[in-house]
Protein backbone atom coordinates (compact mmCIF):
# COMPACT_ATOMS: atom_id res chain seq x y z
CA UNK A 1 0.00 0.00 0.00
CA UNK A 2 0.90 3.45 -0.70
CA UNK A 3 0.71 6.76 1.62
CA UNK A 4 -0.69 8.51 -1.36
CA UNK A 5 -3.80 6.58 0.01
CA UNK A 6 -4.09 8.83 2.81
CA UNK A 7 -7.19 11.45 2.11
CA UNK A 8 -4.97 13.92 4.13
CA UNK A 9 -6.36 17.19 2.24
CA UNK A 10 -10.14 16.33 2.93
CA UNK A 11 -10.12 14.77 6.41
CA UNK A 12 -8.77 15.99 9.83
CA UNK A 13 -7.50 14.45 12.59
CA UNK A 14 -10.48 11.80 14.78
CA UNK A 15 -7.99 13.47 17.83
CA UNK A 16 -8.27 17.39 18.10
CA UNK A 17 -5.23 19.24 18.53
CA UNK A 18 -2.53 16.94 16.87
CA UNK A 19 -0.31 19.20 14.72
CA UNK A 20 1.02 17.80 11.73
CA UNK A 21 1.79 14.44 13.12
CA UNK A 22 -1.30 12.24 11.80
CA UNK A 23 -0.99 13.81 8.51
CA UNK A 24 0.43 12.34 5.74
CA UNK A 25 3.03 15.13 4.81
CA UNK A 26 4.52 14.35 8.24
CA UNK A 27 4.48 10.37 7.47
CA UNK A 28 5.54 10.60 4.35
CA UNK A 29 8.95 12.55 4.77
CA UNK A 30 9.59 10.27 8.44
CA UNK A 31 8.98 7.29 5.66
CA UNK A 32 11.06 8.46 3.62
CA UNK A 33 14.31 9.37 5.41
CA UNK A 34 13.67 7.16 8.59
CA UNK A 35 11.34 4.21 8.23
CA UNK A 36 13.61 1.78 5.72
CA UNK A 37 12.06 -1.79 6.18
CA UNK A 38 8.43 -0.36 7.49
CA UNK A 39 5.63 -1.84 5.06
CA UNK A 40 3.45 0.64 4.58
CA UNK A 41 -0.68 -0.40 5.74
CA UNK A 42 -3.42 2.28 4.93
CA UNK A 43 -6.77 1.09 6.64
CA UNK A 44 -9.77 3.02 4.90
CA UNK A 45 -13.41 3.16 5.97
CA UNK A 46 -15.65 5.48 4.24
CA UNK A 47 -15.85 7.81 6.97
CA UNK A 48 -11.82 7.95 7.45
CA UNK A 49 -8.37 6.51 7.72
CA UNK A 50 -5.35 4.66 9.52
CA UNK A 51 -1.53 4.88 8.58
CA UNK A 52 0.08 1.40 9.87
CA UNK A 53 3.21 -0.07 9.04
CA UNK A 54 4.73 -3.64 9.56
CA UNK A 55 8.41 -4.18 9.74
CA UNK A 56 8.16 -8.10 10.71
CA UNK A 57 7.15 -10.89 12.55
CA UNK A 58 3.73 -10.26 12.53
CA UNK A 59 3.90 -6.49 14.41
CA UNK A 60 1.74 -3.82 13.60
CA UNK A 61 2.03 -0.61 14.80
CA UNK A 62 1.19 3.07 14.00
CA UNK A 63 3.53 4.73 10.93
CA UNK A 64 6.27 6.74 12.78
CA UNK A 65 8.38 5.88 15.49
CA UNK A 66 7.28 7.16 19.34
CA UNK A 67 10.13 9.35 19.37
CA UNK A 68 9.53 11.17 16.43
CA UNK A 69 6.09 11.10 16.03
CA UNK A 70 4.25 12.97 19.23
CA UNK A 71 0.38 12.23 18.32
CA UNK A 72 -1.06 9.40 16.41
CA UNK A 73 -4.84 9.68 15.73
CA UNK A 74 -6.45 8.25 12.94
CA UNK A 75 -7.73 10.51 10.13
CA UNK A 76 -11.58 11.43 9.99
CA UNK A 77 -14.42 10.31 12.23
CA UNK A 78 -14.24 6.99 13.05
CA UNK A 79 -16.24 4.50 15.43
CA UNK A 80 -15.86 1.56 17.44
CA UNK A 81 -17.49 -0.76 15.17
CA UNK A 82 -14.37 0.32 12.75
CA UNK A 83 -12.17 -0.63 14.56
CA UNK A 84 -13.38 -4.15 15.40
CA UNK A 85 -13.34 -4.38 11.54
CA UNK A 86 -9.60 -3.51 11.45
CA UNK A 87 -9.05 -6.12 13.63
CA UNK A 88 -10.61 -9.01 11.24
CA UNK A 89 -8.49 -7.01 8.83
CA UNK A 90 -5.58 -7.57 10.66
CA UNK A 91 -6.01 -11.16 11.50
CA UNK A 92 -2.98 -12.39 9.66
CA UNK A 93 -0.59 -10.50 11.73
CA UNK A 94 0.44 -11.57 14.99
CA UNK A 95 -0.03 -8.45 17.28
CA UNK A 96 -0.95 -4.54 17.33
CA UNK A 97 1.29 -1.91 19.01
CA UNK A 98 -0.21 1.47 18.80
CA UNK A 99 1.29 4.30 20.95
CA UNK A 100 0.84 7.87 21.50
CA UNK A 101 -2.67 8.06 21.30
CA UNK A 102 -4.58 10.48 23.04
CA UNK A 103 -8.30 9.30 25.33
CA UNK A 104 -10.23 10.45 22.57
CA UNK A 105 -8.81 7.96 19.99
CA UNK A 106 -7.50 5.42 22.69
CA UNK A 107 -11.02 4.68 23.63
CA UNK A 108 -12.78 3.76 21.07
CA UNK A 109 -9.87 1.96 19.45
CA UNK A 110 -9.74 -0.18 22.60
CA UNK A 111 -13.44 -0.49 22.60
CA UNK A 112 -13.44 -1.94 18.72
CA UNK A 113 -10.65 -4.75 19.56
CA UNK A 114 -12.60 -5.99 22.57
CA UNK A 115 -15.77 -6.38 20.41
CA UNK A 116 -13.67 -7.72 17.81
CA UNK A 117 -12.98 -10.97 20.64
CA UNK A 118 -9.33 -9.60 21.48
CA UNK A 119 -8.11 -8.38 25.23
CA UNK A 120 -6.67 -5.29 24.59
CA UNK A 121 -4.14 -3.66 27.44
CA UNK A 122 -4.35 -0.30 27.27
CA UNK A 123 -1.62 1.62 29.96
CA UNK A 124 -0.33 5.60 29.85
CA UNK A 125 3.31 5.93 28.73
CA UNK A 126 3.67 9.44 27.64
CA UNK A 127 2.08 13.10 28.05
CA UNK A 128 2.21 16.15 26.46
CA UNK A 129 2.32 19.23 27.91
CA UNK A 130 0.34 21.53 26.90
CA UNK A 131 -0.05 25.57 27.99
CA UNK A 132 -3.33 27.09 27.40
CA UNK A 133 -2.52 30.73 26.25
CA UNK A 134 -4.19 33.77 28.25
CA UNK A 135 -5.75 36.87 25.87
CA UNK A 136 -2.29 38.79 27.34
CA UNK A 137 1.40 38.51 27.75
CA UNK A 138 0.85 40.85 30.86
CA UNK A 139 -2.10 37.86 32.19
CA UNK A 140 0.82 35.25 31.03
CA UNK A 141 3.33 36.46 33.56
CA UNK A 142 0.47 37.22 36.34
CA UNK A 143 -0.87 33.77 36.06
CA UNK A 144 2.78 32.51 37.10
CA UNK A 145 3.93 31.96 40.40
CA UNK A 146 5.75 35.04 42.20
CA UNK A 147 9.34 32.75 42.30
CA UNK A 148 8.95 31.73 39.06
CA UNK A 149 7.83 35.00 37.38
CA UNK A 150 10.61 36.60 39.12
CA UNK A 151 13.42 33.92 38.23
CA UNK A 152 11.96 35.06 34.57
CA UNK A 153 12.14 38.30 34.47
CA UNK A 154 15.96 37.71 36.09
CA UNK A 155 17.28 35.71 33.65
CA UNK A 156 15.86 38.16 30.82
CA UNK A 157 17.90 40.99 31.96
CA UNK A 158 20.95 38.94 32.40
CA UNK A 159 20.39 37.92 28.70
CA UNK A 160 20.01 41.39 27.91
CA UNK A 161 23.27 42.64 29.51
CA UNK A 162 25.43 39.85 29.20
CA UNK A 163 24.47 38.97 25.26
CA UNK A 164 22.42 41.74 24.09
CA UNK A 165 18.66 42.65 23.43
CA UNK A 166 15.86 39.83 22.62
CA UNK A 167 15.14 39.66 18.66
CA UNK A 168 13.53 36.62 17.56
CA UNK A 169 12.92 36.21 13.81
CA UNK A 170 11.27 33.82 12.10
CA UNK A 171 12.23 31.50 9.11
CA UNK A 172 9.81 29.49 6.63
CA UNK A 173 11.43 26.83 4.65
CA UNK A 174 15.05 24.84 4.54
CA UNK A 175 16.76 28.07 4.48
CA UNK A 176 19.80 29.36 6.13
CA UNK A 177 17.64 29.27 9.22
CA UNK A 178 16.76 26.19 9.56
CA UNK A 179 20.70 25.53 8.85
CA UNK A 180 21.56 27.55 12.06
CA UNK A 181 19.03 25.13 13.94
CA UNK A 182 21.04 22.29 12.81
CA UNK A 183 24.31 23.93 13.74
CA UNK A 184 22.73 24.81 17.63
CA UNK A 185 21.37 21.51 17.93
CA UNK A 186 24.99 19.73 17.13
CA UNK A 187 26.61 21.16 19.58
CA UNK A 188 24.61 20.25 22.51
CA UNK A 189 26.28 17.69 24.89
CA UNK A 190 25.23 14.43 25.29
CA UNK A 191 22.72 11.94 23.74
CA UNK A 192 21.16 15.39 22.07
CA UNK A 193 24.54 16.45 20.15
CA UNK A 194 24.14 12.97 18.65
CA UNK A 195 20.95 12.89 17.84
CA UNK A 196 21.10 14.94 14.49
CA UNK A 197 22.44 12.07 12.37
CA UNK A 198 22.32 12.10 8.61
CA UNK A 199 18.73 10.49 8.18
CA UNK A 200 17.54 12.58 10.76
CA UNK A 201 18.52 16.13 9.24
CA UNK A 202 17.00 15.26 6.12
CA UNK A 203 13.96 14.35 7.45
CA UNK A 204 13.61 17.68 9.32
CA UNK A 205 14.54 19.58 6.19
CA UNK A 206 11.55 17.76 4.47
CA UNK A 207 9.72 18.87 7.29
CA UNK A 208 10.71 22.51 7.16
CA UNK A 209 10.03 22.28 3.56
CA UNK A 210 6.49 22.25 4.72
CA UNK A 211 3.81 24.73 4.87
CA UNK A 212 3.33 25.99 8.89
CA UNK A 213 6.94 24.01 9.74
CA UNK A 214 9.08 27.60 10.94
CA UNK A 215 12.64 28.34 12.73
CA UNK A 216 12.58 30.75 14.93
CA UNK A 217 16.13 32.11 15.82
CA UNK A 218 17.03 34.42 18.82
CA UNK A 219 20.05 36.71 16.88
CA UNK A 220 22.12 38.81 17.90
CA UNK A 221 25.13 40.71 16.11
CA UNK A 222 27.38 37.86 16.55
CA UNK A 223 24.66 35.68 15.26
CA UNK A 224 21.94 33.48 16.43
CA UNK A 225 22.46 32.35 20.11
CA UNK A 226 19.23 29.90 20.09
CA UNK A 227 16.56 28.26 18.35
CA UNK A 228 13.43 26.35 18.27
CA UNK A 229 11.82 24.38 15.38
CA UNK A 230 8.48 23.92 15.68
CA UNK A 231 4.64 23.86 13.66
CA UNK A 232 2.29 26.70 13.66
CA UNK A 233 -1.18 25.98 12.00
CA UNK A 234 -2.66 29.26 12.62
CA UNK A 235 -4.24 28.32 16.10
CA UNK A 236 -1.82 26.52 18.15
CA UNK A 237 1.80 26.07 18.18
CA UNK A 238 3.78 22.85 18.61
CA UNK A 239 7.26 23.21 19.56
CA UNK A 240 8.86 20.11 18.07
CA UNK A 241 13.05 20.39 19.23
CA UNK A 242 15.46 23.15 19.98
CA UNK A 243 19.21 24.43 20.04
CA UNK A 244 21.08 27.01 21.60
CA UNK A 245 24.96 28.09 21.99
CA UNK A 246 26.59 26.19 24.70
CA UNK A 247 29.05 29.08 24.86
CA UNK A 248 26.25 31.47 25.63
CA UNK A 249 24.97 29.00 28.72
CA UNK A 250 25.19 31.84 31.16
CA UNK A 251 22.80 34.37 29.79
CA UNK A 252 19.89 31.28 29.54
CA UNK A 253 19.71 31.61 25.45
CA UNK A 254 17.27 28.46 25.72
CA UNK A 255 14.66 29.94 27.95
CA UNK A 256 14.81 33.40 26.46
CA UNK A 257 13.97 31.73 23.35
CA UNK A 258 11.34 30.02 24.34
CA UNK A 259 10.17 33.07 26.35
CA UNK A 260 10.25 35.63 23.48
CA UNK A 261 8.12 32.33 20.89
CA UNK A 262 5.47 32.27 24.10
CA UNK A 263 4.97 35.92 23.98
CA UNK A 264 4.70 35.64 20.14
CA UNK A 265 2.13 33.30 19.86
CA UNK A 266 0.21 34.97 22.65
CA UNK A 267 0.37 38.36 20.27
CA UNK A 268 -0.73 36.51 17.58
CA UNK A 269 -3.53 35.04 19.56
CA UNK A 270 -2.74 31.06 19.51
CA UNK A 271 -5.06 29.39 21.93
CA UNK A 272 -2.25 27.14 22.72
CA UNK A 273 1.47 26.49 23.75
CA UNK A 274 1.94 22.59 22.96
CA UNK A 275 5.24 21.45 24.42
CA UNK A 276 4.76 17.96 22.99
CA UNK A 277 6.11 14.94 24.84
CA UNK A 278 8.22 14.98 27.86
CA UNK A 279 7.59 15.73 31.21
CA UNK A 280 10.44 18.20 32.16
CA UNK A 281 9.39 20.40 35.29
CA UNK A 282 10.14 23.79 33.12
CA UNK A 283 7.10 23.09 31.43
CA UNK A 284 4.74 22.47 34.43
CA UNK A 285 6.11 25.83 35.97
CA UNK A 286 4.89 27.54 32.79
CA UNK A 287 1.80 26.52 33.75
CA UNK A 288 1.71 23.40 31.20
CA UNK A 289 -0.73 20.61 32.17
CA UNK A 290 -0.09 17.34 30.82
CA UNK A 291 -2.35 15.51 28.37
CA UNK A 292 -1.92 11.78 29.05
CA UNK A 293 -0.80 9.37 25.83
CA UNK A 294 -1.58 6.09 25.88
CA UNK A 295 -0.66 2.91 24.03
CA UNK A 296 -2.86 0.03 23.12
CA UNK A 297 -1.37 -3.88 22.90
CA UNK A 298 -2.79 -6.69 21.62
CA UNK A 299 -2.35 -10.04 20.60
CA UNK A 300 -3.79 -11.32 17.02
CA UNK A 301 -5.41 -15.12 16.92
CA UNK A 302 -3.31 -17.27 15.26
CA UNK A 303 -4.65 -17.87 11.47
Same mark, same amino acid.
Given at each position: ?????????????????????? &????????????????????????? !????????????????????? /?????????????????????? /????? $???? /?????????????????????????? &?????? &????????????????????????? +?????? $? !???????? *???????????????????????????? +??????????????????? *??????????????????????????????????????????????? $? *?? !?? *?????????????????????????????????
Amino acid at each position: MDLEELRSDSQQPMAPKTGPFP &QSAFLTAWHAELGEGAQVLVASWES !GQLAMMKRGDGLVELLGEPDL /SDYHSPLGELTAADFAMLADDL /SDQRR $ILFD /SLPAEVSRPIATGLADAGLAPATSQH &QSALVL &QLPASVDDFYQGLGKKDRHELRRKR +RRYEDS $I !GKVVLRTH *EGADEGFDEFVRLHRLATGAKGQFMTGA +RERFFRRLAAQPGWRTDLL *ETPAGTSACLFGYADGRDYYLYNSGFDPALAAGSPGLVVLMAMIEHA $I *EM !GY *EAFDFLKGDEDYKLRLGAVRRPLFVIEAELPSP
